[in-house]
């Protein structure tokens, strides 16, 4: 059992709010999961900066040209030069720590704790942007590790998170390691992931990506899908793990359970509906 939430924004007099708001989600989803938590966060970036960031990277840790902060067991390095150049860096400067995302929009915060103390660790409220998704982690699938945790981000500005378990994940992750994918933790979620970014770098849109997971991977779940233009939702033919999605002029939210949402602004008008089985929502920025 894990506890999922997602918010996109359409309004931009609510990009300073989006951290608030999502760390008041997350905070309800915390009954759901209290081993680990994270959160992906979506922002217009300064023209040219790019972000990398990893988890249980060494104190004090350096890489050239780049700036840092740590946030518990993440660091986030930010620089200006293209996201591969900054990738080469941080993988050359730290060969031994796991990288959570990169990209220009995106920045994965994520670890092992209680969600309440790491929301406050990493700063959530602060947090402005135009999207974000969140997590709590019950462990099922794998270990309790800061690699193990949610969200997942394995390509450019991709994001995903998840409540369920893929049933047949080993025999995908084979066939993806068979393929050139290298995998950093034994979480199945990470095979969905790698499955859906394998997609999109063949040309794939969110929708056909989500549609040939469903068609590949058995098991149940919810999912919430992210890149820096698209929120995307799918569950499995049975849909037997809870979701709820509400939608306004303003806003579009996802969350595992209703009470997450009622803090929004606006909910007492917004549309509320539960995703169909195997049908891929998304909206698009």
Same mark, same amino acid.
């Given at each position: 059992?894990?506890? $999922?939430?997602?918010?996109? +924004?359409?309004? @931009?007099?609510?990009?300073?709010?989006?951290?608030?708001?999502?760390?008041?989600? +997350?905070?309800?989803?915390? =009954?759901?999961?209290? !081993?680990?938590?994270?959160?992906?966060?979506?922002?217009?970036?300064? /023209?040219?900066?790019?972000?990398?960031?990893?988890? &249980?990277?060494?104190?004090?840790?350096?890489?050239?040209?780049?700036?840092?902060?740590?946030?518990?067991?993440?660091?986030?390095?930010?620089?200006?030069?293209?996201?591969?150049?900054?990738?080469?860096?941080?993988?050359?400067?730290?060969?031994?720590?796991?990288?959570?995302?990169?990209?220009?929009? +995106?920045?994965?915060?994520?670890?092992?704790?209680?969600?309440? #103390? +790491? #929301?406050?660790?990493?700063?959530?409220?602060?947090?402005?942007?135009?999207?974000?998704?969140?997590?709590?982690?019950?462990?099922?699938?794998? #270990?309790?590790?800061?690699?193990?945790?949610?969200?997942?981000?394995?390509?450019?500005?991709?994001?995903?998170?998840?409540?369920?378990?893929? /049933?047949?994940?080993?025999?995908?992750?084979?066939?993806?390691?068979?393929?050139?994918?290298?995998? !950093?933790?034994?979480?199945?979620?990470?095979?969905?992931?790698?499955?859906? /970014?394998?997609?999109?770098? &063949?040309?794939? &849109?969110? =929708?056909?990506?989500?549609?040939?997971?469903?068609?590949?991977? &058995?098991?149940?779940?919810?999912?919430?899908?992210?890149?820096?233009?698209?929120?995307?939702?799918?569950?499995?033919?049975?849909?037997?793990?809870?979701?709820?999605?509400?939608?306004?002029?303003?806003?579009? #939210?996802?969350?595992?359970?209703?009470?997450?949402?009622?803090?929004? @602004?606006?909910?007492?008008?917004?549309? $509320?509906?539960? @995703?169909?089985?195997?049908?891929?929502?998304?909206?698009?920025?």
């Amino acid at each position: 059992m894990c506890g $999922i939430a997602g918010l996109h +924004l359409r309004d @931009p007099e609510l990009y300073p709010q989006l951290g608030a708001l999502l760390q008041a989600m +997350l905070g309800q989803a915390a =009954e759901r999961g209290t !081993d680990a938590a994270g959160v992906g966060l979506y922002r217009d970036p300064p /023209a040219g900066l790019s972000t990398v960031c990893v988890v &249980d990277a060494p104190a004090g840790a350096v890489v050239p040209g780049a700036d840092a902060v740590t946030m518990g067991q993440t660091t986030v390095f930010t620089a200006s030069v293209p996201p591969s150049e900054l990738e080469a860096r941080v993988r050359l400067a730290l060969p031994d720590a796991v990288l959570t995302s990169r990209g220009t929009h +995106l920045s994965v915060l994520k670890g092992t704790g209680h969600p309440h #103390a +790491l #929301a406050e660790t990493f700063d959530l409220a602060s947090a402005r942007g135009y999207q974000g998704v969140a997590h709590t982690r019950m462990a099922t699938e794998s #270990a309790v590790t800061s690699t193990g945790s949610h969200p997942y981000s394995v390509g450019p500005d991709q994001c995903m998170v998840h409540n369920g378990s893929f /049933a047949n994940h080993a025999t995908i992750r084979r066939a993806l390691r068979a393929s050139g994918v290298v995998f !950093d933790s034994e979480n199945d979620t990470e095979v969905g992931a790698r499955f859906v /970014a394998q997609q999109l770098a &063949d040309g794939a &849109d969110v =929708e056909k990506a989500l549609r040939l997971l469903c068609e590949r991977f &058995d098991g149940f779940y919810t999912l919430l899908v992210a890149t820096s233009n698209s929120f995307a939702v799918v569950r499995d033919a049975i849909a037997c793990k809870p979701a709820v999605i509400a939608e306004t002029d303003r806003w579009v #939210a996802m969350a595992s359970e209703y009470r997450y949402l009622t803090g929004l @602004p606006g909910i007492s008008t917004a549309r $509320i509906f539960e @995703p169909e089985p195997e049908v891929v929502y998304v909206w698009e920025r």
